[in-house]
């Protein structure tokens, strides 16, 4: 999809339109006078290499298309007083409205009846762009949903209410079927605009088809298995947002492709057999941008938004929003019949910045929602990052590296934060969580990082990537360190809470001799741990650890077993290692999980770093 209609108008019609603009040149005009200048007084006009500059299409009705046709011409203007025999070169432009219908291929065009000088600087009103799709930016997108549902849901502006999908296609003259597109759920939906035999999949045989009328919805009964009910509906709203405002669009593309019929709409966002980013793109990212602006219509979500939010605060005595975020937003997805991703990201857009910080999942499980300081976060900043994401940047990032020992900082809850009991306490179970404080208050203790999503790269598509990190979520996302701890010089709060946070470690490392085995011992005593516990912690034997400890065994995947089980503050496990002159192979994968654990893993229970270490297969054979 992308067919320019100047190119098609071009095409088809450039000759009857070269005989207009000559026509037009044979007479007078004013404008073209003062370009005259270098001249007496005006003669002839020569009009060479006219050509369609643009056009400028609104449509009138559902097929019948307005435009304003623009046409430039290179002119040679002569003197009338043929004495001087002085000529001019220049240009011109000039433009007319024509009409035609869509699904007549524009046979029926009528050219225009008249031209005149081309005005850029004249306001013109609902125009689509050259490929027939809607010229809307962001902030349009609540605006077109009203009028759709003013037009086929009235209803549901007047109260909050969920869309009933099989009403509103009935109400659109639509038809819609539950079909198996792919077998694999990559396909949610499809919406036919002409008669055709469609391709559905249906365990048993191959290439079955079936036949369908133009104005036929197609949805996958997987996207409400693989998903849920608010999935199918939202394919269904979506399909309806194709017809409605990308039939043109489409129109146009089957002028040059007779044997197109349909639309099929990916899992992951796009347009099926489209992977560049180029007009089929566009009309995806409209469809899904306005189908839930109409499924949760402004006034009608923040008023059942906020009257959710009351309930929750009244029942839970919750005195911080982020404490009922997550279960409004649910509230909200099942009184909408939406997703909870699809509520998450209204909310978003809404103006509720909380939302951002609920239902992301990483590492096999939800992070506990958190909150920070309004506006700190860019669109594309966050705090939370997975364990090989963190371990890829703390090789990646000589910055990150220096920062995470400078400034005391231990992963938690999928963030990077600084090591303080005012932002970290044990969960109970063996291992760290964070403080309410500091899940409130994220700006303060945790380190920023910047997003990016693999292989994509358009703006808009990014925005609804960046929110929808979910657990049905078909993105790849990619972190840089953002210096986020750095950058905070004036916060004197924090720089307080990173010294005390160093303090502990430096008074350990400076009760330590200079040598490897009195460092070793050292340890062990502040940490009250005996070889047989340590053996037990590490599953290595007594003998074993005794060897380490002497470096008789060199083996430095084992020692840090052994320093994770004394729990060895990052500062110190560094120097013991160096003094040792240990070092881990940047060769081996494991490498990467290994300083991840010394780093940020260290005052975690054995139990739980074993935990870490299988998720992620390493081995200590």
Not at 234 to 249: D, K, M, Q, S
Request: glycine share 6%.
């Amino acid at each position: 999809m992308g067919i320019s209609i100047a190119s098609y108008i071009e095409e088809k019609f450039g000759d009857a339109l070269e005989e207009c603009t000559e026509e037009y040149y044979e007479s007078p005009h004013d404008w073209l006078e003062k370009k005259a200048w270098n001249l007496h007084v005006l003669g002839e006009v020569r009009v060479e290499n006219t050509r369609v500059h643009r056009v400028i299409p609104k449509l009138r009705s559902s097929s019948c298309l307005e435009m304003e046709i623009v046409l430039y011409s290179d002119l040679t203007l002569f003197d009338g007083d043929q004495h001087t025999g002085k000529s001019q070169e220049t240009y011109g432009y000039i433009s007319g409205t024509a009409s035609g219908h869509l699904d007549k291929n524009l046979d029926d065009l009528v050219l225009p009846a008249a031209f005149e000088n081309y005005d850029p600087d004249k306001k013109r009103c609902g125009i689509l762009d050259e490929s027939l799709v809607p010229r809307w930016k962001a902030e349009d997108f609540d605006s077109v949903a009203t009028a759709f549902l003013k037009k086929y849901y009235r209803e549901a502006l007047e109260k909050p209410m969920p869309i009933d999908t099989d009403e509103l296609v009935k109400r659109m003259g639509l038809t819609k079927k539950i079909c198996s597109l792919t077998g694999t759920g990559a396909v949610f939906g499809r919406i036919y605009f002409r008669d055709d035999m469609a391709s559905v999949y249906e365990e048993g045989f191959k290439d079955k088809t079936i036949p369908v009328h133009a104005g036929t919805i197609i949805v996958d009964p997987d996207a409400r298995f693989l998903r849920n009910v608010g999935a199918e509906n939202n394919t269904v709203v979506h399909e309806c947002v194709h017809w409605e405002y990308h039939r043109p669009a489409f129109e146009l593309e089957r002028m040059m492709d007779s044997e197109l019929s349909q639309i099929a709409c990916c899992v992951s966002g796009g347009i099926l057999g489209q992977d560049a980013w180029t007009k089929s793109h566009i009309v995806e990212w409209q469809a899904n941008r306005l189908a839930p602006c109409i499924q949760m219509p402004k006034a009608m979500f923040e008023r059942k938004a906020t009257e959710f939010l009351q309930e929750f605060a009244e029942e839970c005595g919750a005195d911080d929003v982020i404490d009922i975020m997550e279960p409004t937003i649910d509230a909200l997805a099942s009184f909408f019949d939406v997703s909870r991703m699809a509520a998450k990201i209204r909310m978003c857009q809404l103006g509720y910045e909380e939302a951002r910080g609920t239902f992301i999942w990483l590492d096999g499980h939800y992070v506990p929602a958190h909150a920070w300081k309004r506006g700190y976060l860019e669109e594309n900043q966050t705090f939370t990052i997975n364990s090989e994401q963190l371990g890829l940047q703390m090789y990646g990032s000589y910055v990150l590296h220096r920062d995470e020992r400078r400034f005391g900082l231990v992963y938690v809850e999928s963030h990077l934060v600084v090591n303080s009991p005012s932002y970290v306490q044990s969960d109970g179970f063996g291992g760290l969580a964070l403080t309410d404080y500091a899940r409130s208050h994220m700006d303060e203790c945790a380190i920023v990082f910047e997003m990016t999503i693999a292989g994509k790269q358009d703006g808009d598509y990014a925005s609804f990537c960046y929110l929808n990190r979910d657990q049905d979520a078909d993105v790849t996302m990619e972190f840089k360190y953002h210096h986020g701890l750095e950058n905070e010089k004036d916060d004197g709060k924090k720089i307080a809470t990173i010294d005390k946070s160093l303090c502990e470690q430096k008074r350990l490392y400076e009760k330590m001799p200079r040598n490897f085995a009195g460092m070793m011992k050292t340890m062990r005593e502040e940490s009250e741990m005996t070889f047989d516990k340590i053996a037990e912690e590490t599953y290595l034997s007594k003998r074993t650890v005794q060897r380490l400890f002497t470096r008789e065994n060199k083996d430095a995947k084992k020692l840090v077993l052994v320093l994770l089980s004394m729990q060895t503050p990052p500062l110190v496990s560094d120097a013991i290692m160096k003094t040792g002159g240990y070092a881990l192979s940047l060769a081996e994968e494991d490498t990467l999980y290994l300083n991840l654990a010394l780093m940020n893993c260290w005052n975690y229970a054995m139990e739980r770093i074993w935990g870490f270490f299988n998720e992620h297969n390493i081995k200590f054979d």
